[in-house]
């Protein structure tokens, strides 16, 4: 603490060396209780490591089938082989008609993938399927060897080929023995109470920071083994626990001595092990770049005798270290409430800088509307089940495409027509039941009679339908898809049908970013039929639940205003934390399994 306050050395710049990953608890927590961050650079949790995190995948697809992210790892293990190309287009197909990724591995029949993958995944699919019913009365450890057993990964794990993979099944095996004792511990050893238990452990922590985190950028001490500092340096490092029997350490003796005579390869000569230590002690010292400080205590633990300084110490700084050491000084001796459980202070590496180079209207109401869903839905892009306001308005508009189309070709418009477009481009998904869905197929051929009595001009061909547009602003790209476009002479008239929304003021209309974004796409975008002057253009909105149009405009100041708040968006999507809003529309949302707002 004092090095930092006198220099310009961020906590980053701090490291910890210690001879063992068991002398490192000690450091951390007293750094815990005086407010300084802190990491421990040393193994990977067992919970994190890959070959087990594909096993917790495939518990928490049994525990919720839906769980697309799951799935997606349990798929992507690389004894399947299934190609990440096939799995893209697994996922694609799964946001092409809001499945769950589950449900686009159960029509893999409709995906164009690989014959070889389309096999993989309805033999894995049987495999959950059939654990899935015995989940109920088995623990989930046993459907865990079966699962194993029946891909025949644990052929696979019970013969490595290579060290790496005698490490992933040893920890394998150490997962099985975890999930052993969970079971003799608790009565309730099923697949939820586990994957309960898990998730847990992993948000408690059990274990040091993960390795493939990027320690550097953490701004924290670093805490770590001199083994682990191989190759690494810092601008100040302690070497601590500087005393015998801790560093250099006991050299650890054969349980069953082996006879000299026995062996064949040359011994080293002298002590061997000491020499190993004092190699590893420079180790330490060459760590340090601008400075290096030798630590050591007179007791540990709950010793009564004084330790002794290493005899590193004295090799390293000769005559001097007598004088270094400390004089001795009344402390204060620990309270009881100095072992209260300590605030681990945040030692977070920076999530990377999201960067926003494509907007669309409903990503921003969805960022407005609550944070969380706009990540969930498009930066993680984790499909969800369908609604069946989404199949409605899907349909109403493919509907209205096709009638289109049918009258620019000269067919005869019937009331007949429409209905029967209507019944061939009908999206059944999403719907409560055959009730729910029958209602909504007769509002909408209510909706499409009152459009062709009171709206439908035959005289008026819409020079597009549902049509693509892409806008560029200060290297953002704002795209969507126009429902209608009709041109009057020298006037474009945007449409957007409604079928759900309440209608707005005309107010409300003329200060709209939706129809702003029209506006701009109408202005700005060269070739037919765009590139209008903003007083050529009229913006509409076709409202059918409660049948009416609301008509605007837009000036040339108007759509800066609009530019300038697209672009702030884009400033606070990139900025966000991407919280929760807890508004009343999240009591409904599809994503509300992976918030904890209710909580």
């Known amino acids: 603490w004092e090095i930092k306050k006198e220099s310009k050395y961020k906590w980053k710049d701090f490291a910890v060396l210690v001879r063992a990953n068991s002398h490192s608890e000690p450091f951390g927590r007293a750094l815990s209780r005086r407010g300084i961050p802190y990491q421990f650079l040393g193994p990977g949790r067992l919970f994190k490591q890959p070959e087990v995190v594909d096993l917790i995948s495939f518990l928490k697809v049994l525990y919720n089938f839906e ?19 096939d799995l893209a287009a697994i996922g694609n197909y799964a946001r092409r008609l809001n499945l769950s990724f589950f449900e ?5 029949e409709d995906v164009f993938v690989t014959a070889k993958a389309k096999e993989t995944v309805k033999k894995l699919m ?40 005698e490490k992933r099944a040893a920890n394998v095996s150490k997962f099985f023995d975890k999930l052993k004792t969970y079971e003799v511990d608790h009565e309730d050893a099923t697949v939820p109470a586990v994957v309960d238990w898990l998730e847990l452990s992993a948000e408690l922590g059990e274990s040091p920071l993960a390795a493939d985190v990027d320690w550097v950028e953490v701004n924290a001490v670093n805490i770590l083994t001199v083994h682990s500092a191989k190759g690494l340096e810092f601008p100040v490092v302690f070497l601590v626990n500087l005393v015998g029997q801790r560093f250099p350490t006991v050299e650890r003796r054969e349980q069953i001595p082996i006879p000299d005579a026995l062996i064949k390869e040359v011994l080293p000569v002298g002590d061997y092990h000491l020499e190993e230590e004092r190699r590893l002690f420079y180790v330490g010292m060459t760590r340090a770049r601008d400075v290096l400080v030798f630590s050591a205590a007179d007791y540990y633990g709950e010793g009564k005798r004084e330790k002794r300084l290493s005899p590193f110490i004295f090799e390293a700084l ?12 009344e402390g204060q001796q620990l309270t009881f409430l100095d072992y209260a459980a300590p605030q681990m202070p945040a030692a977070q590496a920076p999530a990377p800088k999201l960067h926003i180079d494509y907007l669309s209207y409903s990503q921003i109401e969805t960022f407005r509307i609550c944070p969380l869903h706009y990540k969930l839905k498009y930066i993680y892009k984790i499909p969800t089940s369908p609604s069946s306001s989404q199949s409605f308005g899907n349909t109403f508009h493919i509907t209205m495409k096709a009638f289109y189309e049918e009258v620019a070709k000269g067919t005869k418009v019937t009331l007949a027509l429409m209905y029967r477009l209507l019944r061939q481009n009908w999206v059944s998904e999403g719907y409560l039941g055959k009730k729910h869905e029958e209602g909504s197929f007769e509002k909408a051929k209510r909706f499409l009679k009152h459009y062709l009595k009171n709206y439908f001009d035959p005289k008026v061909i819409p020079a597009a339908m549902e049509q ?3 806008v560029k602003l200060n290297g953002l790209r704002i795209g969507g898809k126009i429902d209608r476009v009709d041109v009057h002479g020298d006037t474009l008239q945007i449409i957007d049908y409604k079928t759900g929304a309440n209608p707005l003021t005309q107010r409300q209309a003329d200060e709209d970013l939706q129809l702003s974004i029209y506006g701009l796409a109408a202005t700005t975008i060269d070739g037919f039929p765009f590139a209008r002057t903003p007083e050529n253009v009229k913006l509409s909105l076709y409202y059918f639940d409660n049948p009416q149009i609301v008509t605007t405009t837009r000036t040339k100041e108007d759509l800066e205003k609009a530019q300038k708040a697209i672009e702030d968006y884009k400033k606070q999507i990139e900025q966000s934390d991407f919280r929760c809003s807890g508004s009343i529309l999240c009591e409904n949302c599809e994503y509300s399994f992976l918030c904890r707002t209710q909580d």
């Open 67 to 85: 769980d697309s992210v799951s799935l997606y790892r349990l798929l992507s293990i690389e004894y399947f082989e299934i190609p990440a190309r």
């Open 126 to 165: 049987e495999i959950i399927k059939r654990q899935l019913k015995l989940s109920r009365r088995e623990t989930a450890g046993q459907l865990l060897y079966y699962f194993l057993q029946d891909t025949g990964l644990l052929q696979k794990l019970l013969s490595p080929a290579s060290p790496e993979a």
């Open 468 to 470: 693509p547009f892409m």
């Open 318 to 329: 000769g005559d001097t270290s007598t004088s270094a050491e400390l004089p001795v000084v």
């Open 104 to 108: 686009s591995c159960e029509r893999i």
